[in-house]
């Protein structure tokens, strides 16, 4: 399932991290891992901020996509799957046969 997942790291644990090296390898580890379709960086409320894009295959991968974002960087993760537009034609498309035959 296509997921938006939002990793916000706080700014000490993220100095730390910068400082040990386990911001890069965490960061760059969960990239190779997931090969996402899209990832940015910015600073959002004063916090390292990254966007991803990706595809989710299990729910039973969450503990080994948020885990060591929680145990490393202190980070505060959210994800809600997500459409793109052909998804979203797909889904308006569906709903209007649905509709179309539950007045039938």
Known sequence: MRTLMKITVPVESGNQGIKDGNLESTIQGLMKRLTPEAAYFYPE???RTMLMVFDLKSPADLPTIT?????DLNAAVEMVPVMNVEDLKKGLS?????RGAARH
């Open 67 to 71: 885990e060591p974002l929680f145990m």
């Open 94 to 98: 569906a709903m209007i046969e649905h």
């Open 45 to 47: 409320n004063g916090h």
